[in-house]
Protein backbone atom coordinates (compact mmCIF):
# COMPACT_ATOMS: atom_id res chain seq x y z
CA UNK A 1 0.00 0.00 0.00
CA UNK A 2 2.78 2.76 0.96
CA UNK A 3 4.75 1.17 -1.92
CA UNK A 4 1.54 2.39 -4.33
CA UNK A 5 1.18 5.56 -2.56
CA UNK A 6 4.66 6.23 -3.60
CA UNK A 7 4.05 5.58 -6.80
CA UNK A 8 1.12 7.36 -6.95
CA UNK A 9 2.72 10.20 -5.84
CA UNK A 10 5.95 10.10 -8.31
CA UNK A 11 2.89 9.89 -11.05
CA UNK A 12 1.06 13.40 -9.93
CA UNK A 13 4.34 14.89 -9.19
CA UNK A 14 5.88 14.05 -13.16
CA UNK A 15 2.56 15.09 -14.25
CA UNK A 16 2.76 18.49 -13.08
CA UNK A 17 5.59 18.58 -14.13
CA UNK A 18 5.02 17.82 -17.92
CA UNK A 19 2.07 20.13 -17.61
CA UNK A 20 4.41 23.04 -15.84
CA UNK A 21 7.24 22.54 -18.46
CA UNK A 22 4.76 22.74 -21.96
CA UNK A 23 3.79 25.89 -20.37
CA UNK A 24 7.02 27.24 -20.13
CA UNK A 25 8.38 26.09 -23.83
CA UNK A 26 8.68 28.92 -26.14
CA UNK A 27 6.16 28.76 -29.09
CA UNK A 28 8.43 29.34 -31.56
CA UNK A 29 9.35 25.93 -33.25
CA UNK A 30 12.43 24.29 -33.68
CA UNK A 31 13.66 26.25 -37.04
CA UNK A 32 11.38 29.44 -36.96
CA UNK A 33 12.42 32.69 -35.67
CA UNK A 34 10.84 34.80 -33.55
CA UNK A 35 10.96 39.11 -33.28
CA UNK A 36 12.93 40.30 -30.23
CA UNK A 37 12.29 44.33 -29.82
CA UNK A 38 14.78 44.71 -27.35
CA UNK A 39 17.35 44.47 -30.44
CA UNK A 40 16.85 47.05 -33.08
CA UNK A 41 19.12 46.25 -36.21
CA UNK A 42 19.45 48.11 -39.67
CA UNK A 43 22.65 49.58 -41.74
CA UNK A 44 23.30 52.57 -41.70
CA UNK A 45 23.24 53.49 -45.52
CA UNK A 46 26.09 56.15 -47.02
CA UNK A 47 25.09 56.62 -50.78
CA UNK A 48 28.33 58.52 -51.54
CA UNK A 49 30.40 57.09 -54.01
CA UNK A 50 33.63 58.19 -56.47
CA UNK A 51 32.84 59.64 -59.22
CA UNK A 52 32.92 57.55 -62.36
CA UNK A 53 35.92 59.91 -63.98
CA UNK A 54 37.28 61.79 -61.22
CA UNK A 55 40.08 63.07 -64.05
CA UNK A 56 41.42 65.95 -65.99
CA UNK A 57 43.67 65.97 -68.71
CA UNK A 58 43.78 69.34 -70.47
CA UNK A 59 46.72 71.36 -71.32
CA UNK A 60 48.07 72.65 -68.35
CA UNK A 61 47.25 70.19 -66.00
CA UNK A 62 46.84 65.70 -65.81
CA UNK A 63 45.09 65.07 -62.68
CA UNK A 64 42.93 62.11 -61.07
CA UNK A 65 41.79 61.34 -57.95
CA UNK A 66 41.98 57.99 -56.34
CA UNK A 67 40.74 58.18 -52.87
CA UNK A 68 37.87 60.28 -50.73
CA UNK A 69 37.45 60.91 -47.49
CA UNK A 70 34.61 61.99 -46.31
CA UNK A 71 34.12 63.09 -42.81
CA UNK A 72 32.53 65.63 -40.24
CA UNK A 73 36.12 66.64 -39.88
CA UNK A 74 37.23 67.34 -43.45
CA UNK A 75 37.34 66.03 -47.36
CA UNK A 76 40.29 65.06 -48.13
CA UNK A 77 41.90 63.54 -51.95
CA UNK A 78 44.46 61.48 -52.66
CA UNK A 79 45.71 62.78 -55.78
CA UNK A 80 48.47 62.12 -59.09
CA UNK A 81 49.37 65.20 -60.91
CA UNK A 82 51.32 66.23 -63.17
CA UNK A 83 51.61 70.40 -63.73
CA UNK A 84 52.33 71.78 -66.44
CA UNK A 85 53.12 74.92 -65.27
CA UNK A 86 54.48 73.78 -61.80
CA UNK A 87 53.70 76.41 -59.11
CA UNK A 88 50.48 77.80 -60.54
CA UNK A 89 48.62 75.14 -57.80
CA UNK A 90 51.03 75.74 -54.88
CA UNK A 91 48.69 79.26 -53.77
CA UNK A 92 45.97 78.01 -51.42
CA UNK A 93 43.95 80.52 -52.98
CA UNK A 94 43.43 78.26 -56.78
CA UNK A 95 42.25 74.75 -55.27
CA UNK A 96 38.76 74.17 -53.54
CA UNK A 97 35.86 72.07 -53.54
CA UNK A 98 32.56 73.43 -54.79
CA UNK A 99 29.18 71.30 -54.32
CA UNK A 100 26.04 71.34 -56.46
CA UNK A 101 24.75 74.76 -53.78
CA UNK A 102 27.70 76.40 -55.24
CA UNK A 103 29.21 75.77 -51.57
CA UNK A 104 32.84 76.41 -51.92
CA UNK A 105 36.07 75.30 -49.49
CA UNK A 106 39.46 75.97 -49.68
CA UNK A 107 42.07 73.66 -49.44
CA UNK A 108 43.31 73.45 -45.94
CA UNK A 109 46.44 72.05 -46.53
CA UNK A 110 48.54 70.05 -49.26
CA UNK A 111 50.44 66.59 -48.15
CA UNK A 112 53.10 65.70 -50.56
CA UNK A 113 53.39 61.73 -50.42
CA UNK A 114 55.72 61.03 -53.73
CA UNK A 115 56.87 61.60 -56.93
CA UNK A 116 57.41 59.31 -59.54
CA UNK A 117 59.54 60.71 -62.64
CA UNK A 118 56.99 63.82 -62.85
CA UNK A 119 53.92 62.55 -61.22
CA UNK A 120 53.44 64.09 -57.97
CA UNK A 121 51.04 61.78 -55.81
CA UNK A 122 49.99 63.95 -52.33
CA UNK A 123 46.79 64.78 -50.51
CA UNK A 124 44.67 67.60 -50.65
CA UNK A 125 42.69 68.83 -47.53
CA UNK A 126 39.52 70.59 -47.31
CA UNK A 127 36.76 71.86 -44.85
CA UNK A 128 33.71 69.36 -44.43
CA UNK A 129 31.23 69.24 -46.88
CA UNK A 130 27.77 71.00 -46.30
CA UNK A 131 24.88 68.54 -44.87
CA UNK A 132 23.22 68.93 -48.17
CA UNK A 133 25.89 68.53 -50.38
CA UNK A 134 24.99 65.48 -52.75
CA UNK A 135 28.29 66.57 -55.67
CA UNK A 136 31.57 67.23 -54.72
CA UNK A 137 33.65 68.83 -57.37
CA UNK A 138 37.40 69.84 -57.10
CA UNK A 139 38.49 73.52 -58.50
CA UNK A 140 42.28 73.47 -59.89
CA UNK A 141 43.41 77.20 -60.73
CA UNK A 142 42.33 80.19 -61.08
CA UNK A 143 42.11 81.72 -64.59
CA UNK A 144 40.34 78.38 -66.61
CA UNK A 145 40.28 76.48 -63.71
CA UNK A 146 39.93 72.97 -64.52
CA UNK A 147 36.82 71.08 -62.73
CA UNK A 148 36.86 67.28 -61.72
CA UNK A 149 33.60 66.11 -60.10
CA UNK A 150 34.92 63.43 -57.19
CA UNK A 151 32.19 62.37 -55.57
CA UNK A 152 28.59 62.32 -55.99
CA UNK A 153 25.53 60.47 -53.71
CA UNK A 154 21.89 60.33 -54.69
CA UNK A 155 19.14 62.96 -54.04
CA UNK A 156 16.88 61.03 -52.42
CA UNK A 157 19.82 60.05 -49.78
CA UNK A 158 21.39 62.19 -47.35
CA UNK A 159 24.36 60.91 -45.37
CA UNK A 160 24.81 63.11 -42.17
CA UNK A 161 28.12 64.68 -42.59
CA UNK A 162 28.87 62.96 -38.85
CA UNK A 163 29.10 59.61 -40.64
CA UNK A 164 33.04 58.49 -42.36
CA UNK A 165 33.65 57.11 -45.21
CA UNK A 166 36.76 56.97 -47.49
CA UNK A 167 36.19 56.26 -51.24
CA UNK A 168 38.28 54.38 -54.10
CA UNK A 169 38.46 55.18 -58.09
CA UNK A 170 36.93 51.23 -59.52
CA UNK A 171 39.07 51.35 -62.20
CA UNK A 172 42.51 52.31 -63.79
CA UNK A 173 43.46 55.46 -65.01
CA UNK A 174 46.50 56.01 -67.59
CA UNK A 175 48.43 58.93 -66.43
CA UNK A 176 51.35 60.19 -68.45
CA UNK A 177 53.12 56.61 -69.12
CA UNK A 178 51.87 54.97 -65.89
CA UNK A 179 48.98 53.16 -65.22
CA UNK A 180 47.45 53.80 -61.76
CA UNK A 181 45.09 52.10 -59.58
CA UNK A 182 43.32 51.58 -56.31
CA UNK A 183 44.93 48.35 -54.98
CA UNK A 184 43.42 47.54 -51.54
CA UNK A 185 43.05 49.18 -47.91
CA UNK A 186 45.58 47.16 -47.24
CA UNK A 187 49.18 45.79 -48.42
CA UNK A 188 48.82 44.33 -51.58
CA UNK A 189 50.70 43.62 -54.76
CA UNK A 190 48.60 41.64 -56.68
CA UNK A 191 46.42 44.10 -59.44
CA UNK A 192 42.58 44.55 -57.88
CA UNK A 193 41.81 45.54 -61.28
CA UNK A 194 42.81 43.02 -63.04
CA UNK A 195 41.43 40.28 -61.01
CA UNK A 196 37.89 42.26 -61.13
CA UNK A 197 38.17 42.76 -65.03
CA UNK A 198 38.81 38.90 -65.36
CA UNK A 199 36.37 37.71 -62.71
CA UNK A 200 33.55 36.44 -64.99
CA UNK A 201 31.32 34.67 -62.41
CA UNK A 202 29.91 31.68 -62.01
CA UNK A 203 26.20 30.00 -60.86
CA UNK A 204 26.04 28.57 -57.34
CA UNK A 205 26.35 25.33 -59.04
CA UNK A 206 29.65 25.83 -60.51
CA UNK A 207 30.89 27.24 -57.30
CA UNK A 208 29.67 24.14 -55.39
CA UNK A 209 30.79 21.50 -58.17
CA UNK A 210 34.09 23.02 -58.07
CA UNK A 211 33.77 23.50 -54.76
CA UNK A 212 35.46 26.78 -54.47
CA UNK A 213 32.50 28.93 -52.69
CA UNK A 214 35.43 29.52 -50.03
CA UNK A 215 38.07 29.65 -52.05
CA UNK A 216 39.80 32.97 -51.43
CA UNK A 217 38.78 32.21 -47.55
CA UNK A 218 42.14 32.51 -45.38
CA UNK A 219 42.48 28.56 -43.94
CA UNK A 220 43.14 29.44 -40.35
CA UNK A 221 39.72 31.04 -38.24
CA UNK A 222 40.45 34.71 -37.84
CA UNK A 223 38.56 34.75 -35.05
CA UNK A 224 40.14 36.33 -31.72
CA UNK A 225 43.33 36.94 -34.10
CA UNK A 226 43.47 40.13 -35.23
CA UNK A 227 45.07 40.57 -38.45
CA UNK A 228 48.97 41.80 -37.62
CA UNK A 229 49.88 44.92 -38.20
CA UNK A 230 52.41 45.03 -41.06
CA UNK A 231 56.33 46.05 -40.29
CA UNK A 232 55.46 48.56 -42.94
CA UNK A 233 53.15 49.89 -41.35
CA UNK A 234 54.63 50.02 -38.04
CA UNK A 235 57.43 52.11 -39.47
CA UNK A 236 55.46 54.73 -41.05
CA UNK A 237 52.89 54.69 -37.76
CA UNK A 238 55.81 55.89 -35.65
CA UNK A 239 53.85 55.16 -32.73
CA UNK A 240 50.78 56.91 -34.00
CA UNK A 241 47.27 55.24 -34.17
CA UNK A 242 46.17 54.16 -37.69
CA UNK A 243 42.52 54.48 -39.18
CA UNK A 244 43.22 52.86 -42.61
CA UNK A 245 46.16 51.84 -44.84
CA UNK A 246 45.71 51.77 -48.63
CA UNK A 247 47.42 50.89 -51.61
CA UNK A 248 48.17 52.31 -55.31
CA UNK A 249 49.34 49.98 -57.83
CA UNK A 250 51.16 52.34 -60.50
CA UNK A 251 52.40 50.69 -63.26
CA UNK A 252 55.08 51.65 -66.09
CA UNK A 253 53.14 51.30 -69.20
CA UNK A 254 56.27 50.95 -71.28
CA UNK A 255 58.66 48.82 -69.02
CA UNK A 256 55.32 47.36 -67.39
CA UNK A 257 57.58 47.37 -63.79
CA UNK A 258 54.93 47.93 -60.96
CA UNK A 259 55.70 50.40 -58.35
CA UNK A 260 53.26 50.71 -54.58
CA UNK A 261 52.22 53.69 -52.93
CA UNK A 262 51.40 52.42 -49.59
CA UNK A 263 49.83 54.94 -47.73
CA UNK A 264 48.49 54.72 -43.81
CA UNK A 265 45.56 57.11 -42.85
CA UNK A 266 46.47 58.15 -39.60
CA UNK A 267 43.94 58.88 -36.20
CA UNK A 268 45.23 62.48 -35.82
CA UNK A 269 44.94 63.25 -39.21
CA UNK A 270 48.01 62.67 -40.64
CA UNK A 271 48.75 60.91 -43.86
CA UNK A 272 52.12 58.74 -44.57
CA UNK A 273 53.14 57.07 -47.18
CA UNK A 274 56.04 55.31 -49.47
CA UNK A 275 56.60 54.60 -52.73
CA UNK A 276 57.97 50.31 -52.52
CA UNK A 277 59.47 49.35 -56.04
CA UNK B 1 15.79 -1.25 -5.97
CA UNK B 2 13.75 0.39 -2.78
CA UNK B 3 12.04 3.59 -3.88
CA UNK B 4 11.83 5.75 -1.11
CA UNK B 5 10.88 9.06 -0.67
CA UNK B 6 14.26 10.69 -0.19
CA UNK B 7 15.03 9.27 -3.25
CA UNK B 8 12.56 10.73 -5.28
CA UNK B 9 12.94 14.11 -3.62
CA UNK B 10 16.62 13.20 -5.16
CA UNK B 11 15.67 12.48 -8.17
CA UNK B 12 12.83 15.44 -9.01
CA UNK B 13 15.67 18.34 -7.43
CA UNK B 14 17.32 18.98 -10.69
CA UNK B 15 14.32 18.72 -12.93
CA UNK B 16 12.32 21.21 -10.56
CA UNK B 17 15.22 23.15 -10.52
CA UNK B 18 15.14 23.52 -14.55
CA UNK B 19 11.54 23.96 -14.45
CA UNK B 20 11.40 26.83 -12.01
CA UNK B 21 13.82 28.75 -13.94
CA UNK B 22 16.79 28.00 -11.10
CA UNK B 23 19.11 26.61 -13.83
CA UNK B 24 18.03 28.82 -16.59
CA UNK B 25 20.01 32.13 -18.06
CA UNK B 26 18.13 35.21 -16.65
CA UNK B 27 16.85 36.73 -19.36
CA UNK B 28 16.60 40.40 -17.89
CA UNK B 29 13.93 42.74 -17.86
CA UNK B 30 11.93 43.63 -20.89
CA UNK B 31 13.94 46.36 -23.04
CA UNK B 32 11.26 49.59 -23.43
CA UNK B 33 11.64 50.72 -27.46
CA UNK B 34 13.69 54.41 -26.53
CA UNK B 35 16.16 51.95 -24.37
CA UNK B 36 16.47 49.78 -27.30
CA UNK B 37 17.52 52.89 -29.51
CA UNK B 38 20.44 52.85 -27.72
CA UNK B 39 23.96 53.92 -29.23
CA UNK B 40 25.11 52.04 -32.58
CA UNK B 41 28.78 51.77 -33.86
CA UNK B 42 29.95 50.32 -36.82
CA UNK B 43 32.96 48.90 -39.20
CA UNK B 44 31.40 48.93 -42.46
CA UNK B 45 32.88 47.24 -45.45
CA UNK B 46 30.30 48.69 -48.39
CA UNK B 47 29.93 48.19 -52.25
CA UNK B 48 28.00 50.39 -54.19
CA UNK B 49 26.10 49.37 -57.50
CA UNK B 50 23.05 46.88 -58.60
CA UNK B 51 22.36 43.88 -57.21
CA UNK B 52 20.63 40.62 -56.42
CA UNK B 53 22.15 39.09 -54.00
CA UNK B 54 24.94 38.66 -51.54
CA UNK B 55 26.75 35.97 -49.65
CA UNK B 56 29.56 35.84 -47.25
CA UNK B 57 31.29 33.43 -44.80
CA UNK B 58 31.19 35.13 -41.30
CA UNK B 59 32.97 33.75 -38.26
CA UNK B 60 31.23 33.66 -34.72
CA UNK B 61 33.28 35.38 -32.30
CA UNK B 62 32.10 35.75 -28.84
CA UNK B 63 32.35 39.43 -27.91
CA UNK B 64 31.77 40.27 -24.09
CA UNK B 65 28.36 42.59 -23.88
CA UNK B 66 29.35 44.94 -20.74
CA UNK B 67 25.98 47.01 -21.49
CA UNK B 68 23.10 46.74 -23.18
CA UNK B 69 22.46 45.99 -26.05
CA UNK B 70 24.47 43.83 -29.02
CA UNK B 71 27.27 43.35 -30.66
CA UNK B 72 26.23 41.91 -33.95
CA UNK B 73 28.37 40.13 -37.59
CA UNK B 74 26.19 41.01 -40.66
CA UNK B 75 25.74 41.12 -44.32
CA UNK B 76 22.89 43.22 -46.04
CA UNK B 77 21.90 44.46 -49.10
CA UNK B 78 19.89 47.93 -49.15
CA UNK B 79 17.70 50.15 -51.11
CA UNK B 80 16.96 53.60 -50.13
CA UNK B 81 15.02 52.40 -46.97
CA UNK B 82 14.36 48.92 -47.55
CA UNK B 83 17.09 46.29 -46.49
CA UNK B 84 17.25 42.80 -45.94
CA UNK B 85 20.21 41.43 -43.19
CA UNK B 86 21.61 38.41 -41.46
CA UNK B 87 23.98 37.65 -39.83
CA UNK B 88 24.63 36.65 -36.01
CA UNK B 89 23.93 38.84 -33.14
CA UNK B 90 25.21 38.39 -29.20
CA UNK B 91 23.15 40.58 -26.96
CA UNK B 92 22.25 41.04 -22.92
CA UNK B 93 19.08 38.83 -23.88
CA UNK B 94 20.41 36.02 -25.84
CA UNK B 95 22.91 34.59 -23.27
CA UNK B 96 26.14 33.39 -23.63
CA UNK B 97 26.40 32.19 -27.15
CA UNK B 98 25.47 34.23 -29.88
CA UNK B 99 22.02 33.64 -32.16
CA UNK B 100 21.46 33.67 -35.81
CA UNK B 101 19.30 36.35 -37.07
CA UNK B 102 17.60 38.23 -39.83
CA UNK B 103 15.88 41.65 -40.06
CA UNK B 104 14.82 43.82 -42.25
CA UNK B 105 13.29 47.55 -41.92
CA UNK B 106 12.99 49.14 -39.81
CA UNK B 107 15.27 47.17 -37.97
CA UNK B 108 13.35 44.68 -35.24
CA UNK B 109 15.57 41.50 -34.87
CA UNK B 110 14.01 38.24 -35.65
CA UNK B 111 16.01 35.64 -33.71
CA UNK B 112 16.59 32.26 -34.61
CA UNK B 113 16.70 29.92 -31.24
CA UNK B 114 17.88 26.94 -33.10
CA UNK B 115 20.03 25.87 -34.81
CA UNK B 116 22.51 28.22 -32.89
CA UNK B 117 25.87 29.11 -34.67
CA UNK B 118 29.34 27.88 -32.36
CA UNK B 119 31.57 30.03 -31.27
CA UNK B 120 34.84 30.16 -33.50
CA UNK B 121 33.25 27.98 -36.38
CA UNK B 122 32.19 29.97 -39.27
CA UNK B 123 28.78 30.14 -41.42
CA UNK B 124 27.70 31.18 -44.78
CA UNK B 125 25.13 33.83 -44.95
CA UNK B 126 23.53 34.11 -48.42
CA UNK B 127 20.61 37.00 -49.42
CA UNK B 128 19.11 36.28 -52.43
CA UNK B 129 16.46 37.63 -54.39
CA UNK B 130 13.48 35.07 -55.36
CA UNK B 131 11.23 38.31 -57.51
CA UNK B 132 10.77 41.47 -57.17
CA UNK B 133 10.41 42.51 -53.78
CA UNK B 134 10.41 38.51 -52.12
CA UNK B 135 13.83 37.78 -51.09
CA UNK B 136 15.87 34.30 -49.89
CA UNK B 137 17.83 34.32 -46.26
CA UNK B 138 19.81 30.94 -46.30
CA UNK B 139 22.09 30.13 -43.44
CA UNK B 140 24.73 27.38 -44.23
CA UNK B 141 27.41 25.50 -43.01
CA UNK B 142 30.90 26.05 -44.71
CA UNK B 143 30.43 22.79 -46.40
CA UNK B 144 26.94 24.33 -48.21
CA UNK B 145 24.73 22.24 -45.92
CA UNK B 146 21.59 24.50 -45.63
CA UNK B 147 20.86 24.79 -41.65
CA UNK B 148 17.92 27.36 -42.16
CA UNK B 149 16.19 29.37 -44.55
CA UNK B 150 13.27 31.39 -44.88
CA UNK B 151 11.74 33.70 -47.83
CA UNK B 152 11.31 37.14 -46.75
CA UNK B 153 8.22 39.80 -48.55
CA UNK B 154 10.07 43.00 -48.53
CA UNK B 155 7.57 44.99 -51.25
CA UNK B 156 9.82 47.56 -53.21
CA UNK B 157 12.86 45.75 -52.78
CA UNK B 158 13.78 44.94 -56.17
CA UNK B 159 17.41 45.00 -55.54
CA UNK B 160 20.33 46.56 -54.14
CA UNK B 161 21.75 49.41 -54.71
CA UNK B 162 24.54 48.95 -51.92
CA UNK B 163 25.80 45.96 -50.09
CA UNK B 164 27.77 45.88 -46.70
CA UNK B 165 29.45 43.76 -44.80
CA UNK B 166 29.02 44.80 -41.13
CA UNK B 167 30.31 44.70 -37.69
CA UNK B 168 28.21 46.79 -35.17
CA UNK B 169 27.53 46.84 -31.86
CA UNK B 170 24.50 49.08 -30.02
CA UNK B 171 26.41 50.19 -26.83
CA UNK B 172 25.75 53.43 -25.43
CA UNK B 173 29.54 53.76 -23.78
CA UNK B 174 31.20 51.99 -26.45
CA UNK B 175 31.92 49.44 -23.63
CA UNK B 176 30.87 46.59 -25.51
CA UNK B 177 32.96 44.60 -27.72
CA UNK B 178 32.62 44.01 -31.76
CA UNK B 179 34.74 40.79 -31.03
CA UNK B 180 36.92 39.97 -34.06
CA UNK B 181 35.43 38.04 -36.81
CA UNK B 182 36.39 38.03 -40.65
CA UNK B 183 33.78 38.47 -43.23
CA UNK B 184 34.91 36.22 -45.64
CA UNK B 185 34.80 35.16 -49.26
CA UNK B 186 32.43 38.30 -49.98
CA UNK B 187 30.85 37.69 -53.04
CA UNK B 188 27.66 39.62 -55.20
CA UNK B 189 25.14 37.97 -57.41
CA UNK B 190 23.65 39.54 -60.48
CA UNK B 191 20.19 40.00 -61.97
CA UNK B 192 21.26 36.36 -63.89
CA UNK B 193 22.28 34.95 -60.96
CA UNK B 194 25.74 34.96 -61.64
CA UNK B 195 28.05 35.17 -58.83
CA UNK B 196 30.94 37.67 -58.47
CA UNK B 197 33.60 38.38 -56.02
CA UNK B 198 33.21 42.30 -54.45
CA UNK B 199 37.00 42.65 -56.03
CA UNK B 200 37.09 45.68 -53.93
CA UNK B 201 35.19 48.20 -51.37
CA UNK B 202 34.76 51.38 -49.99
CA UNK B 203 35.41 51.86 -46.23
CA UNK B 204 31.52 52.79 -44.98
CA UNK B 205 30.97 53.86 -41.10
CA UNK B 206 34.05 53.43 -39.27
CA UNK B 207 34.13 54.27 -35.57
CA UNK B 208 37.40 53.82 -34.54
CA UNK B 209 38.65 53.62 -32.29
CA UNK B 210 37.98 51.26 -31.07
CA UNK B 211 36.37 49.80 -33.82
CA UNK B 212 37.64 49.34 -36.93
CA UNK B 213 37.39 47.01 -40.61
CA UNK B 214 40.37 46.12 -42.37
CA UNK B 215 41.49 43.61 -45.22
CA UNK B 216 42.57 40.51 -44.47
CA UNK B 217 46.02 39.82 -45.91
CA UNK B 218 46.48 37.74 -48.86
CA UNK B 219 43.34 38.49 -50.40
CA UNK B 220 42.21 42.03 -48.38
CA UNK B 221 39.67 42.83 -51.09
CA UNK B 222 37.31 39.83 -50.54
CA UNK B 223 38.22 38.71 -46.82
CA UNK B 224 37.46 41.68 -44.28
CA UNK B 225 37.90 41.43 -40.36
CA UNK B 226 35.78 43.70 -38.08
CA UNK B 227 37.03 44.31 -34.77
CA UNK B 228 37.00 46.30 -31.77
CA UNK B 229 37.67 45.12 -28.24
CA UNK B 230 39.46 47.34 -26.05
CA UNK B 231 42.54 45.59 -26.79
CA UNK B 232 40.96 43.00 -24.52
CA UNK B 233 41.21 39.61 -26.84
CA UNK B 234 38.34 37.37 -26.10
CA UNK B 235 39.38 33.47 -27.32
CA UNK B 236 36.77 31.12 -28.51
CA UNK B 237 35.13 29.69 -25.40
CA UNK B 238 35.50 32.77 -22.93
CA UNK B 239 33.30 32.27 -20.12
CA UNK B 240 30.13 34.24 -20.61
CA UNK B 241 29.00 37.16 -21.16
Known sequence: MRKMSIFLLAGLLLTSIVAYTLTRIPRTSRGASAPDPSIVLGPVVTGWSMDDLPVSASKTLSFAAHIVELNEQRTAVVYSMLEVNAGDLTAASAISTQDENGHISKVVKVIPLAKVDRLEFGVMIFGPRQPDAHELRLVLG???????NIAKEPRDLQTSVSLSQMLYRENYFDQLGYRISFNAWSWFTEDRVAQMLSDT????AQLRQSNTPQVSVVTASATATPVPIKTLAVELAAGEP???EATLRIEDTTTHRVSYLYMLFLMNGDVRATLVQ | MKLTIRKLALLFIPILGMVTGAF???PGPPLSVSEAAGSHFYAQAKKNGTYYGVWATIETADPKIREVY???ASVNIINGTKWVETGW???????CVPKFSWAIQPGTANIIDSPRPSVGVAYQYQITRNSPGSWKIRIMNTGGLVLWQTDVTNTGLNSGAEIQAVGEVDSANKKNDMGVSGLLSLKWRD???IWYNWNGWALGVVNNPPYSVVGVTGDPNNNVQVRGNQGT???PGAPCP
Do not use: R, W
Not at chain 1, 142 to 147: A, F, Q, S, Y
Not at chain 1, 201 to 204: A, C, L, S
Open chain 2, 89 to 95: VKSSTSG
Open chain 2, 233 to 235: SVP
Open chain 2, 191 to 193: SAS
Open chain 1, 142 to 148: KTNPVIV
Open chain 2, 24 to 26: LIN
Open chain 1, 242 to 244: VHT
Open chain 2, 70 to 72: FSY
Open chain 1, 201 to 204: GQTE
